[in-house]
């Protein structure tokens, strides 16, 4: 029997990263099997397009690090070229609000360093002079984007590995996979391997990996088309001229994009309605295969793009690629540790593996090596989908996602694929009362009330039509009282003798003591923000917790890791209970006159037993919004009767509900964090402003000594800024004069206070003389510093 540190399954351009990026880090004990040759599945048939256009800056690293990889390093390293065609890129539109999407990733960009342009129709025409730019309102350029040969670039990779002692087993597919103690017994025809990790590069047979591994990878190959023309003699033309490669050219409302190939022209279409393929396992021979042309799918597209290159249909089409690439539910890939099994990692799911893959071998490695991400991966992290995302989630989302390859990303955007998988016990009751619903980890959750029940708004970048029912449901919570359906928290008890230490040990702050509640942040190992719980303790041996509803598998395998070193049981109680909100300066008043209980002398941060409207509730006093309230965490089966008698109760005194846009607008009134966007694993508790939840004295954690040695090298600030038409959201700039001295991470309009709020982090202290902006869709509005929050500073409404 073979023994190894690590085993990577697939031999695409991501499991071959990972095996580079290992031995570079000194793992060289790493073996890859693959199951045909190298770049076989996806990788050898992709068009090998690289670019740094990206919403988010974890993606966008992924991509540029690709881009430098295949560029520079890979040449250098091996004095062999990998077929890097340094051309830039652009995007064009005749859409308005796709101008606004563009205008946002050039700010982010900006920030990140990696700036791209945007750009005028006039431009459009000086850097692709083949173009049409009848109707075009603008683009983006980007400039350091280009082309790269995927199976040249996978084995300058390999070679490199196998140098640093790396080994690949060609022709080995892997049969079995067996969690043992300490690791994984992985089954090949040549005989059983033991090693301490697995990780799962799959690609096309990511899915029926995981399910080897007793894991749920809810990736789907889709086919996807594209066709290599003949010799243009446009093109041909240009090349005999001594003029440089054209820059790859996208439309995303026509949904295609070119690029030149020689002295011909690639140009690859994406249609609404997706083919998926071999959804329930890939055939066993299939390798390095295509399937036939179906070009009557992509008819339409062909003929826009075009009408839009004319000279395309100057060529002939030599070729047609119709292969199989990976989606996941979102689009991005899967890395990160599998869930619920030990040294299991999943690198795969990616339906741009070569433009991602660089980055995403170094991404996973540092992660293995390190105990920790390199930068926030919850854009990544294989543990966003829970058991929900089955067969049905993970096709619909799939196909929604292809034929929005290339569609507009709006600020609270909710697409329709995949809905309403799990539903709170009051979800209907939601729904009749106008609720206006939006999807959080598989979860309907209202997001606001619509008056008289019409939810018609249209996605936009400028204030949204919900504007004023938010502010509707605002009044209500801060003037009288309103109810919310909080049903989505993940919610966990911890129960045993040792519950005491776990919880003392579990972050940065001290347990609270039994009728208490606190705030601990999890640490990863060099101190940043891993998970954020509010923790009550119900007695010296049972706490309950609760957390983000995207962090439940994240946080449940974080939560079982910590017990292992103490006499604990740790129990996933998110579908078995309910919450409801009760808030405003009125919800004590409701809530004892449905109970015989008292209200009047329970403390802030405390919990009781009680009981409303006849059934028993585990009420918590606590509040996100900054007003008196409580949270009402009771079984499903309660939940109806109890909200209906509160409802009622409620209705004279003006009581109303409240949905996730004003509970965000009210919480950053306060300044508080949100986990996964203002806390994330890039910053430190300390750095994010939570310095009264650090306590280290005399205390041992995960992170502390990490938390301890690390500069703060970011201050989170609470900003408000110059109203506008638009207002802030994530990814501003935060400018001094020229330069850009941080970035948003959340921001609304502030109801109560009559203006526009953001949290930002600021990677400098700066000049107080010289005034600040946060640059929003290409507009810099003036920006101050709060050096309190702007709503009750004191506290007094929540203590009341």
Not at 69 to 78: C, G, K, S, V
Not at 380 to 390: I, M, N, P, Y
Not at 605 to 626: E, F, K, M, P
Request: proline share 7%; aromatic share 8%.
């Amino acid at each position: 029997m073979t023994e190894t540190q690590v085993v990577i399954i697939g031999g695409g351009v991501m499991g071959v990263s990972l095996l580079y990026h290992l031995t570079k880090l000194g793992w060289s004990d790493v073996l890859l099997l693959e199951k045909n040759d190298l770049t076989h599945g996806s990788t050898w048939h992709a068009a090998g397009l690289c670019t740094h256009f990206a919403h988010n800056p974890t993606i966008q690293e992924l991509r540029a690090r690709s881009v430098r990889l295949y560029r520079d390093i890979l040449p250098a390293e091996t004095g062999a070229d990998c077929g890097f065609h340094a051309t830039g890129a652009m995007r064009i539109t005749c859409n308005p609000d796709r101008m606004d999407e563009f205008r946002h990733v050039a700010g982010l960009s900006a920030f990140t360093g990696y700036p791209l342009e945007v750009l005028t129709p006039e431009r459009i025409g000086a850097l692709h002079p083949l173009a049409q730019l009848d109707g075009l309102v603008g683009g983006i350029f980007e400039p350091d984007d280009g082309h790269v040969d995927p199976t040249l670039a996978t084995n300058a990779m390999a070679r490199v590995a196998v140098q640093n002692g790396g080994i690949i087993r060609r022709n080995s597919p892997v049969t079995s996979l067996v969690p043992v103690p300490g690791g994984w017994r992985v089954g090949t025809a040549a005989g059983e391997i033991t090693t301490r990790h697995v990780v799962n590069a799959a690609g096309t047979w990511g899915w029926e990996v995981g399910q080897m591994m007793g894991v749920n990878v809810p990736s789907v190959p889709v086919l996807h088309q594209y066709l290599v023309t003949d010799t243009v003699p446009d093109v041909a033309g240009r090349i005999d001229s001594g003029l440089a490669e054209l820059p790859i050219i996208r439309d995303p409302e026509e949904s295609w994009y070119v690029r030149q190939e020689r002295d011909g022209l690639i140009l690859g279409p994406y249609e609404k309605e997706a083919a998926v393929w071999s959804v329930d396992g890939v055939p066993p021979e299939f390798g390095a295969e295509l399937l036939p042309p179906d070009l009557d799918r992509v008819e339409p597209i062909i003929e826009a793009a075009m009408a839009r290159i004319p000279v395309l249909a100057t060529g002939g089409v030599k070729t047609v690629v119709n292969g199989p690439i990976t989606f996941t539910p979102d689009a991005n890939p899967l890395i990160g540790p599998a869930h619920g099994q030990a040294n299991a990692w999943l690198l795969t799911g990616s339906s741009m593996g070569v433009m991602e893959g660089g980055g995403a071998g170094w991404f996973l490695a540092h992660w293995m090596t390190h105990g920790e991400p390199p930068m926030d991966a919850l854009a990544v992290d294989s543990r966003r989908f829970g058991r929900w995302a089955d067969r049905t989630y993970r096709v619909d989302k799939a196909i929604e996602c292809f034929g929005l390859q290339f569609g507009v990303h709006y600020p609270h955007e909710e697409r329709p694929a995949g809905r309403n998988r799990r539903l709170s016990p009051l979800h209907e009751r939601m729904v009749s009362r106008g609720a206006v619903m939006g999807a959080a980890h598989g979860w309907e959750r209202p997001n606001w009330f619509a008056p008289g029940g019409n939810p018609e708004v249209t996605d936009s970048f400028a204030r949204p039509g919900w504007f004023g029912p938010v502010a509707r449901d605002v009044r209500a919570a801060s003037e009288r009282v309103a109810l919310a359906d909080l049903s989505v928290f993940s919610k966990f008890a911890v129960t045993g003798p040792g519950t005491g230490a776990f919880l003392d040990s579990l972050g940065a702050n001290t347990a609270p003591v039994p009728g208490r509640i606190g705030l601990i942040h999890a640490l990863t190992p060099g101190g940043g923000v891993l998970s954020e719980f509010t923790v009550t303790r119900l007695g010296d041996d049972h706490a309950y917790l609760t957390s983000a509803a995207a962090a439940e598998e994240i946080d449940l395998d974080l939560l079982r890791e910590h017990a292992r070193a103490h006499d604990v049981k740790i129990r996933n109680e998110t579908e078995e209970r309910t919450v409801i909100g009760v808030m405003g300066p009125l919800s004590r008043d409701l809530l004892a006159g449905l109970s015989d209980d008292d209200f009047s002398d329970f403390p802030w941060l405390g919990w009781r037993d009680v009981t409303v409207a006849g059934h028993a509730v585990r009420a918590l006093r606590l509040s996100y919004i900054g007003e008196l309230g409580w949270e009402l965490h009771l079984p499903c089966a309660d939940v109806g009767a109890v909200f209906d008698a509160l409802d009622a109760a409620a209705e004279p005194m003006g009581g109303g509900y409240y949905g996730a846009y004003a509970a965000n607008a009210m919480r950053l009134e306060k300044g508080y964090r949100a986990w996964g966007g203002d806390l994330t694993t890039e910053r430190s508790p300390r750095e994010a402003g939570l310095e009264a939840f650090v306590k280290t004295r005399g205390r041992a954690f995960v992170g502390r000594d990490g938390l301890l040695a690390r500069p703060d090298n970011w201050r989170m600030v609470l900003l408000e800024i110059e109203d506008g038409d638009v207002d802030p959201f994530y990814a501003h700039g935060v400018c001094q004069g020229e330069r850009r001295i941080g970035i948003v991470t959340s921001g609304a309009y502030g109801h109560r206070v009559g203006a526009p709020l953001a949290l930002a982090y600021l990677r400098e202290v700066p000049d107080p003389d010289i005034p600040l902006s946060v640059e929003i869709l290409g507009q810099h509005r003036a920006a101050h510093i709060l050096t309190t929050p702007p709503y009750d500073p004191t506290n007094s409404r929540m203590k009341a």
